[in-house]
């Protein structure tokens, strides 16, 4: 038997103050996830270490099979997903967890991450046209097409915040789809847009690869988009 601590930074509404109930875990399967965890604390009637009944903890998920990314939030400080974190691969045997601080908080560790939406209207990443991938491009697109607008990469980003004009990974992974495909009649909006939310504010941290769940290679997306806006490469 396997025993833990939840450390959970809860909130019963967007205007509450937030507050942190801590809740044992036993398990006997080493493969348990921390959203499998939730799952079960959440329907178990269990007490905290307190003696305080846990109310049922609000958080997102959709898949359970990391390829929604509705799950993410903070795990021991680092943007993570529920689904795809293991209890055996964590270090300590006291996890936290809290939702992304980069998005407003609804409750517990649910926020509000439709800034990534609307970032992506303002992108407009969608094509009119048919624009077939050429075969020397197929990596590069797939690998664009892999991502789950989670939002952890933003909440790593040092240089995003919600509301300004950069929009960080979520958003030139999806434009760097279209900037691989797209007809050369489109390429000059597409630049333009790129140039004004993507490479002007970007610092080239590459903190959005170290926790892209998916494991997109960014550093070469961001190379390739780039080359194709600002050098003007095919």
């Known amino acids: 038997m396997m025993n833990y601590q939840f450390d959970i930074l809860r909130r019963e509404h967007a205007d509450a103050e937030p507050w942190h109930q801590i809740i044992a875990f036993e398990t006997e399967d080493a493969n348990e996830t921390v959203a499998t965890a939730l799952q079960k604390i959440g329907t178990g009637h269990s007490r905290d270490v307190a003696g305080r009944e846990?109310?049922?903890?609000?958080?997102?998920?959709?898949?359970?099979?990391?390829?929604?990314?509705?799950?993410?939030?903070?795990?021991?400080g680092l943007p993570r997903l529920a689904c795809d974190t293991f209890l055996r691969q964590l270090k300590s045997k006291k996890i936290t967890l809290a939702p992304l601080r980069k998005f407003p908080v609804i409750r517990d560790l649910v926020t509000d991450r439709s800034v990534m939406?609307?970032?992506?209207?303002?992108?407009?990443?969608?094509?009119?046209?048919?624009?077939?991938?050429?075969?020397?491009?197929?990596?590069?697109?797939?690998?664009?097409?892999?991502?789950?607008?989670?939002?952890?990469?933003?909440?790593a980003c040092p240089n995003f915040e919600p509301g300004g004009s950069f929009f960080s990974a979520a958003g030139f992974a999806p434009q760097a789809r279209l900037l691989t495909s797209c007809a050369s009649s489109m390429q000059d909006n597409i630049r333009k847009l790129y140039q004004l939310h993507i490479y002007d504010g970007c610092g080239k941290a590459l903190a959005c690869e170290k926790v892209c769940p998916a494991g997109i290679n960014l550093d070469r997306l961001l190379s390739r988009s780039n080359a194709v806006k600002i050098w003007h490469r095919k």
């Open 54 to 76: 846990v109310a049922p903890i609000a958080w997102e998920a959709g898949c359970l099979q990391k390829k929604c990314g509705a799950c993410a939030m903070l795990i021991n």
């Open 117 to 155: 939406f609307e970032n992506l209207k303002t992108l407009e990443v969608w094509s009119e046209t048919t624009s077939p991938v050429k075969e020397k491009d197929l990596d590069r697109a797939y690998d664009a097409s892999r991502c789950l607008q989670c939002g952890c990469c933003l909440e």
